[in-house]
Structures are given as structure tokens and as C-alpha cells.
């Protein structure tokens, strides 16, 4: 997507002046106990509807989490398992479960220096071999 739409552009500013155009008329004649009842009115519809919105989006990063969870622990298993690295694992995880690749490159390359330094409980002493 381009930085900036500019058929998006030429088709809101026409339309955004002529509100502008109908909202003054409007202001010179409600009185202005009147336009603080419809602004009132305004953002009681709108904060409704943005925290339906929130619940909605909450639920589904909800379950997202969850079976997200559920495969990376799958995937820590396999990678344990056949000593593997987490980014050939998590990369392919990542991208099947919807996530761009942009940030999937970053978290498992997250993933990566916190192991590397020790970062999570359990590792410091898990590859330490001594004979």
C-alpha cells in the first residue's frame, strides 16, 4: 500500500468540505445547548461501537493466544526432539497461523538471542557438557 492514497485523498476532501460547509450552517442555527446533546450523542454511538469492536478483537487475539501456545510448545518439543533450531521450526509455525513475515523474522530472531544469552529459566546449564 502506498504511503499516500491519493484516490482515497481526492475522494474525502471534497466530501470533508462540504460537511465542514453543512456543520457551520448547523452551528449558527442549533442553539448551543443543542450541539453539545448531538456531540453527546455522537460519541456515546461511536465509544459503543469502538468497544464492541475491542471485545470482539479481544476474544479472537484470545483464542489466537492460545493456539499459538499450544504450537510453540508443539514446536519447542519437535526442535528439542531433533535438536533443531526455533526458526526452523517457528518460521514455517509463523506464517501458517496468518503473521507477516516481517514480524515473524523478529520474533524468532527474539527468540534466538534470548537463548543464546541465557535469558530463559532452565538453559544455562542444559548444554553444558563436562567429561
Same mark, same amino acid.
Given at each position: 500500500?502506498?504511503?499516500?492514497?491519493?484516490?482515497?485523498?481526492?475522494?474525502?476532501?471534497?466530501?470533508?468540505?462540504?460537511? !465542514?460547509?453543512?456543520? %457551520?450552517?448547523?452551528?449558527?442555527?442549533?442553539?448551543?445547548? &443543542? *450541539?453539545?446533546? =448531538? /456531540?453527546?450523542?455522537?460519541?456515546?454511538?461511536?465509544?459503543?461501537?469502538?468497544?464492541?469492536?475491542?471485545?470482539?478483537?479481544?476474544?479472537?487475539?484470545? !483464542?489466537?493466544?492460545? %493456539?499459538?501456545?499450544?504450537?510453540?510448545?508443539?514446536?519447542? &518439543? *519437535?526442535?528439542? =526432539? /531433533?535438536?533443531?533450531?526455533?526458526?526452523?521450526?517457528?518460521?514455517?509455525?509463523?506464517?501458517?497461523?496468518?503473521?507477516?513475515?516481517?514480524?515473524?523474522?523478529?520474533?524468532?530472531?527474539?527468540?534466538?538471542?534470548?537463548?543464546?544469552?541465557?535469558?530463559?529459566?532452565?538453559?544455562?546449564?542444559?548444554?553444558?557438557?563436562?567429561?
Amino acid at each position: 500500500m502506498p504511503i499516500i492514497d491519493y484516490d482515497l485523498a481526492l475522494l474525502i476532501q471534497p466530501m470533508l468540505m462540504l460537511g !465542514i460547509s453543512i456543520g %457551520v450552517a448547523f452551528n449558527v442555527i442549533f442553539a448551543d445547548w &443543542m *450541539v453539545t446533546v =448531538l /456531540l453527546i450523542i455522537l460519541f456515546m454511538g461511536t465509544s459503543t461501537k469502538a468497544f464492541f469492536r475491542g471485545v470482539e478483537t479481544w476474544n479472537k487475539e484470545t !483464542i489466537m493466544k492460545k %493456539v499459538v501456545c499450544y504450537w510453540g510448545v508443539r514446536a519447542g &518439543m *519437535v526442535g528439542g =526432539l /531433533l535438536g533443531l533450531g526455533g526458526g526452523f521450526i517457528m518460521g514455517p509455525l509463523f506464517l501458517e497461523l496468518g503473521v507477516p513475515p516481517q514480524v515473524s523474522g523478529v520474533g524468532i530472531s527474539n527468540m534466538i538471542v534470548k537463548i543464546e544469552d541465557h535469558d530463559y529459566m532452565g538453559f544455562e546449564n542444559l548444554c553444558k557438557y563436562e567429561a
